[in-house]
């Protein structure tokens, strides 16, 4: 469904140009669930971002679904592939009812039946019609991400990108959100490319994953490999343990790698 | 009456229209909940109201001219009293209000905008359009805006028209720059990405998205304005190239009285404290409305 | 437990706003003496309040309330204002969240370090700076030197995590409120300060009030564990029974959460009780009403 191949994003021109991801290559098949992991500034999101058509400073080459992709999209690959944002608070306009949120992405695309496809977009992810017409300031945060994923599936898209969608909700709602992708993701089939620094997040949702460090990717694993702790690197296997919780004597033997 | 309170707090709007209702209600509520900002309020509707009713208020004609009633006191029989051609300062008063709420609405419907515009466009598609709208910002914002005000009304010839048009060219840039700053802070915000990636046009997301957020600090920043433009619009009467004689005109109206300031106090005291009294009802309304309206305070 | 550093009995926080009073924190009591107390909850759980009002930092309109608040034998709530300041810092300290929000960004992190050291202790700057750099060594620092001089905006997360932490450690506090010291914080880097943090209370013998919204965390590096929900201590046990929880919350919240060790097909979600606002509650094992 995806393939990436040799891609490199570069922040900045000359002497004080960042490349934040350094020709990385990974396939997602169709209906498939893969991880990107690593620490911040490993270069997971900006992935994220170059495949979903917000930066257009990359090389390389992408596919999605057989198509090879563009610095600039088409409106036909919107439809095909969407993204749910991490932070609920930041992803959604502030002076915009539910309602228009939802409305949005259907006048773009000109799609007919509006009323209709916004009641059944906001009782799939578990929100009454009551919603309809609210505006962010008076929703929780577990219910904003239902929103931002109402809003990614309302074009009835593919693909969905997800960039650590979870990390800034409670534990308990991280599970509600979590389930509800699951259920989204069975019920049509999609494949998704979730971004992530957690582990425990990773294990449960994906079936492979890359982990990143310094814009390349350093490992790729199944997740059942990762359950067993069977890491090839050294790097992955730090990660892993540092997730497991604290321990004072690994704590100590924690190295920097660059 | 209680079934409308309670449809206007509800928690669940049944409509768009019912949603935009509560916000409404909800605003108003804030901004009546500060007694300075509603005596703002009640200032700037009542130069409305004044203005829409001279003629019926006012006792006499503006410009009626009676040279046997010159200089006459505040009284019973004028209660402003008269001018130096025995004009009714209360009528001239009254109309006044009409040439400064002309001026005032007409600056803040074409400066706003145009900033506003200016602004948000150049933040949001910045590189070369950004140079370029930038510039011509910076250009504008190098004069002091009496002085260019006072040089376009005098290429273009004095009178209100003029006036208004000169305060409008030198009111816009420092909106531009506002809308600027705070589209460049909304530019890369989540939200404004995921528009993006449903395929919405950069119009759509500059007048849709970044446009209605700037809007309401853009109403706060116009409202504290408007004082200052009517402060630029009395000094060009008062230095006589607004509006001309014998069009009443507060600013005019004081420049006249300084000559007899000494003997007859009246004459410029009285249009001198309708400016005083509106700028400040403007400002009152301004900081309420900031307190109501800005993001970054709540 | 080891020797009470602080007692609080009967706290509570309320907020008087135009929609009536919320109560962020209703009655609770717990200590802390030299160890490591972890409290939990999820956001609105009154947990971030409740370390503030140690330390008197709630503003109006909120308003703090409690039977007792005893540090190391002075009753806080007694004190004035300029008393409690000379406790703020010296005696107490509290590292934030947010490392970048809390330093001076025009002054240079070493100053900030000497200054605060200066603030409590009558001694020459070059002393001061001696300490300073003492510190950051302490916090592991690598080059303490370069890091003197360098500008808030100049270092990274962890780095500016260590600053703060070897700002606020300085006066050699008795007692340190970290909330949620290591959530910005890379999960190595996190590590690495809840190390130097451990060493602090187990060499030092400095107490820790160490507020939390990651369970799995606090389990395996507290002492103790305070859990709170809807403004009240549901549940206190020692880290190690964690997962042997009495309380229907804490063990929904426990389930709720993925872990690696062990697949599961769909996460549990907690279905919350209104019992729990008023119902009983658990200490180390045992129901109490």
């Not at chain 2, 600013?251 to 009285?270: E, N, P, Q």
């Not at chain 3, 932490?165 to 290591?182: G, K, N, V």
């Given at each position: 469904m995806i393939e990436v191949q040799n891609l490199a994003v570069t922040f900045g021109e000359g002497a004080s140009a960042i490349r934040a991801v350094n020709g990385i290559d990974f396939r997602v098949a169709a209906g498939e669930t893969f991880g990107l992991v690593g620490e911040s500034?490993?270069?997971?999101?900006?992935?994220?971002?170059?495949?979903?058509?917000?930066?257009?400073?990359?090389?390389?080459?992408?596919?999605?679904?057989?198509?090879?992709?563009?610095?600039?999209?088409?409106?036909?690959?919107?439809?095909?592939?969407?993204?749910?944002f991490q932070d609920p608070y930041g992803s959604l306009h502030p002076r915009h009812t539910v309602d228009h949120v939802l409305a949005e992405p259907l006048t773009i695309h000109g799609m007919l039946d509006v009323?209709?496809?916004?009641?059944?977009?906001?009782?799939?992810?578990?929100?009454?019609?009551?919603?309809?017409?609210?505006?962010p300031h008076q929703l929780s945060g577990g219910q904003r991400q239902r929103v931002a994923i109402a809003r990614a599936l309302i074009l009835e898209p593919k693909v969905l990108l997800l960039d650590e969608p979870t990390s800034s909700l409670d534990v308990s709602v991280q599970a509600e959100i979590l389930n509800l992708l699951q259920r989204l993701k069975r019920e049509r089939g999609l494949t998704f490319i979730l971004v992530t620094h957690n582990l425990a997040v990773v294990a449960h949702m994906c079936d492979r994953l890359a982990v990143m460090n310094a814009g390349r990717i350093v490992e790729e694993m199944t997740v059942s490999d990762l359950r067993k702790g069977a890491a090839r690197q050294a790097y992955t296997l730090q990660l892993f343990n540092a997730s497991l919780g604290y321990d004072r004597a690994k704590a100590k033997e924690l190295i920097t790698f660059a | 009456m209680i079934t409308l309170r309670t449809w206007l707090t509800a928690d669940t709007p049944t409509s768009r229209n019912h949603a935009r209702a509560i916000q409404a209600y909800l605003s108003w509520r804030a901004l009546a909940s500060n007694p300075l900002?509603?005596?703002?309020?009640?200032?700037?509707?009542?130069?409305?109201?004044?203005?829409?009713?001279?003629?019926?208020?006012?006792?006499?004609?503006?410009?009626?001219?009676?040279?046997?009633?010159?200089?006459?006191?505040?009284?019973?029989?004028?209660?402003?009293?008269?001018?130096?051609?025995?004009?009714?300062?209360?009528?001239?008063?009254?109309?006044?209000a009409r040439v400064t709420l002309y001026i005032v609405v007409l600056v803040a419907v074409t400066a706003a905008p145009v900033g506003l515009l200016v602004g948000t466009v150049a933040g949001y598609f910045g590189g070369w359009v950004d140079v370029v709208l930038m510039r011509i910002t910076d250009i504008f914002l190098a004069f002091p805006r009496l002085i260019l005000a006072l040089a376009f009304v005098a290429a273009l010839g004095p009178g209100i028209e003029n006036a208004v048009l000169a305060i409008a060219l030198t009111a816009w840039p420092p909106y531009a720059r506002i809308a600027r700053a705070e589209t460049l802070t909304i530019r890369t915000s989540d939200f404004i990405a995921a528009v993006r990636l449903q395929g919405a046009s950069g119009a759509r997301i500059v007048l849709g998205h970044v446009i209605p957020l700037c809007s309401s600090s853009m109403i706060v920043r116009v409202t504290l304005d408007m004082a200052g433009v009517i402060l630029t619009a009395a000094g060009l009467g008062f230095l006589g190239l607004g509006a001309q004689p014998p069009l009443a005109e507060w600013g005019a109206m004081v420049s006249t009285g300084r000559r007899y300031l000494l003997d007859f106090w009246w004459v410029a005291t009285i249009p001198g404290l309708a400016i005083f009294t509106v700028s400040l009802g403007f400002n009152l309304l301004g900081d309420g409305l900031r307190d109501v309206l800005d993001p970054k305070n709540s | 437990m080891s020797q009470k550093l602080l007692s609080v009995e009967g706290l509570e926080v309320r907020f008087h706003t135009p929609k009536g009073i919320v109560e962020a924190v209703r009655g609770i009591s717990f200590d802390v003496g030299k160890e490591k107390v972890g409290i939990v909850g999820e956001s609105g759980s009154g947990k971030t309040m409740t370390g503030r009002s140690v330390l008197r930092l709630v503003r109006p309109p909120g308003e703090v309330r409690a039977k007792r608040i005893?540090?190391?034998?002075?009753?806080?709530?007694?004190?004035?204002?300029?008393?409690?300041?000379?406790?703020?810092?010296?005696?107490?300290?509290?590292?934030?969240?947010?490392?970048?929000?809390?330093?001076?960004?025009?002054?240079?992190?070493?100053?900030?370090?000497?200054?605060?050291?200066?603030?409590?202790?009558?001694?020459?700057?070059?002393?001061a700076r001696e300490r300073t750099l003492e510190m950051l060594a302490a916090v592991k620092i690598r080059d303490p030197e370069r890091v003197y001089g360098l500008y808030p905006h100049e270092v990274s997360g962890g780095m500016g995590q260590r600053i703060?932490?070897?700002?606020?450690?300085?006066?050699?506090?008795?007692?340190?409120?970290?909330?949620?010291?290591?959530?910005?914080?890379?999960?190595?880097?996190?590590?690495?300060?809840?190390?130097?943090?451990?060493?602090?209370?187990?060499?030092?013998?400095?107490?820790?009030?160490?507020?939390?919204?990651?369970?799995?965390?606090?389990?395996?590096?507290?002492?103790?564990?305070?859990?709170?929900?809807?403004?009240?201590?549901?549940?206190?046990?020692?880290?190690?029974?964690?997962?042997?929880?009495?309380?229907?919350?804490?063990?929904?919240?426990?389930?709720?959460?993925?872990?690696?060790?062990?697949?599961?097909?769909?996460?549990?979600?907690?279905?919350?009780?209104?019992?729990?606002?008023?119902g009983p509650v658990v200490v180390d094992g045992v129901m109490r009403s």
């Amino acid at each position: 469904m995806i393939e990436v191949q040799n891609l490199a994003v570069t922040f900045g021109e000359g002497a004080s140009a960042i490349r934040a991801v350094n020709g990385i290559d990974f396939r997602v098949a169709a209906g498939e669930t893969f991880g990107l992991v690593g620490e911040s500034g490993s270069g997971k999101s900006t992935v994220l971002r170059a495949l979903s058509g917000l930066n257009p400073d990359w090389t390389g080459a992408m596919r999605v679904d057989g198509q090879a992709l563009d610095r600039k999209r088409s409106k036909a690959f919107y439809k095909l592939v969407q993204m749910v944002f991490q932070d609920p608070y930041g992803s959604l306009h502030p002076r915009h009812t539910v309602d228009h949120v939802l409305a949005e992405p259907l006048t773009i695309h000109g799609m007919l039946d509006v009323d209709r496809r916004i009641e059944q977009a906001l009782a799939e992810v578990g929100l009454g019609p009551a919603f309809r017409f609210r505006y962010p300031h008076q929703l929780s945060g577990g219910q904003r991400q239902r929103v931002a994923i109402a809003r990614a599936l309302i074009l009835e898209p593919k693909v969905l990108l997800l960039d650590e969608p979870t990390s800034s909700l409670d534990v308990s709602v991280q599970a509600e959100i979590l389930n509800l992708l699951q259920r989204l993701k069975r019920e049509r089939g999609l494949t998704f490319i979730l971004v992530t620094h957690n582990l425990a997040v990773v294990a449960h949702m994906c079936d492979r994953l890359a982990v990143m460090n310094a814009g390349r990717i350093v490992e790729e694993m199944t997740v059942s490999d990762l359950r067993k702790g069977a890491a090839r690197q050294a790097y992955t296997l730090q990660l892993f343990n540092a997730s497991l919780g604290y321990d004072r004597a690994k704590a100590k033997e924690l190295i920097t790698f660059a | 009456m209680i079934t409308l309170r309670t449809w206007l707090t509800a928690d669940t709007p049944t409509s768009r229209n019912h949603a935009r209702a509560i916000q409404a209600y909800l605003s108003w509520r804030a901004l009546a909940s500060n007694p300075l900002t509603v005596i703002g309020l009640l200032i700037v509707v009542a130069l409305v109201v004044f203005a829409a009713l001279a003629p019926l208020l006012a006792p006499q004609s503006p410009i009626a001219v009676d040279l046997t009633e010159r200089f006459i006191p505040p009284g019973a029989q004028h209660l402003f009293g008269t001018d130096e051609f025995g004009r009714d300062i209360l009528s001239r008063v009254l109309y006044g209000a009409r040439v400064t709420l002309y001026i005032v609405v007409l600056v803040a419907v074409t400066a706003a905008p145009v900033g506003l515009l200016v602004g948000t466009v150049a933040g949001y598609f910045g590189g070369w359009v950004d140079v370029v709208l930038m510039r011509i910002t910076d250009i504008f914002l190098a004069f002091p805006r009496l002085i260019l005000a006072l040089a376009f009304v005098a290429a273009l010839g004095p009178g209100i028209e003029n006036a208004v048009l000169a305060i409008a060219l030198t009111a816009w840039p420092p909106y531009a720059r506002i809308a600027r700053a705070e589209t460049l802070t909304i530019r890369t915000s989540d939200f404004i990405a995921a528009v993006r990636l449903q395929g919405a046009s950069g119009a759509r997301i500059v007048l849709g998205h970044v446009i209605p957020l700037c809007s309401s600090s853009m109403i706060v920043r116009v409202t504290l304005d408007m004082a200052g433009v009517i402060l630029t619009a009395a000094g060009l009467g008062f230095l006589g190239l607004g509006a001309q004689p014998p069009l009443a005109e507060w600013g005019a109206m004081v420049s006249t009285g300084r000559r007899y300031l000494l003997d007859f106090w009246w004459v410029a005291t009285i249009p001198g404290l309708a400016i005083f009294t509106v700028s400040l009802g403007f400002n009152l309304l301004g900081d309420g409305l900031r307190d109501v309206l800005d993001p970054k305070n709540s | 437990m080891s020797q009470k550093l602080l007692s609080v009995e009967g706290l509570e926080v309320r907020f008087h706003t135009p929609k009536g009073i919320v109560e962020a924190v209703r009655g609770i009591s717990f200590d802390v003496g030299k160890e490591k107390v972890g409290i939990v909850g999820e956001s609105g759980s009154g947990k971030t309040m409740t370390g503030r009002s140690v330390l008197r930092l709630v503003r109006p309109p909120g308003e703090v309330r409690a039977k007792r608040i005893d540090f190391d034998g002075i009753d806080l709530q007694g004190l004035d204002e300029v008393e409690m300041r000379e406790i703020r810092g010296r005696r107490i300290a509290m590292v934030m969240q947010d490392p970048k929000f809390s330093l001076n960004p025009v002054m240079t992190v070493g100053r900030q370090i000497a200054e605060a050291y200066l603030v409590h202790h009558k001694v020459a700057a070059a002393q001061a700076r001696e300490r300073t750099l003492e510190m950051l060594a302490a916090v592991k620092i690598r080059d303490p030197e370069r890091v003197y001089g360098l500008y808030p905006h100049e270092v990274s997360g962890g780095m500016g995590q260590r600053i703060m932490m070897a700002m606020m450690l300085i006066p050699d506090p008795d007692l340190l409120i970290a909330d949620e010291p290591t959530s910005a914080l890379d999960v190595t880097v996190s590590m690495q300060v809840l190390a130097i943090l451990d060493d602090l209370v187990t060499q030092r013998g400095m107490g820790l009030m160490f507020i939390s919204h990651d369970l799995n965390l606090v389990a395996s590096f507290c002492d103790r564990v305070v859990i709170m929900y809807a403004g009240r201590i549901v549940e206190t046990c020692k880290a190690s029974e964690l997962q042997q929880a009495k309380h229907p919350y804490t063990q929904g919240l426990l389930a709720s959460l993925p872990r690696i060790d062990r697949p599961v097909a769909e996460l549990s979600v907690l279905s919350r009780d209104p019992a729990w606002r008023d119902g009983p509650v658990v200490v180390d094992g045992v129901m109490r009403s």
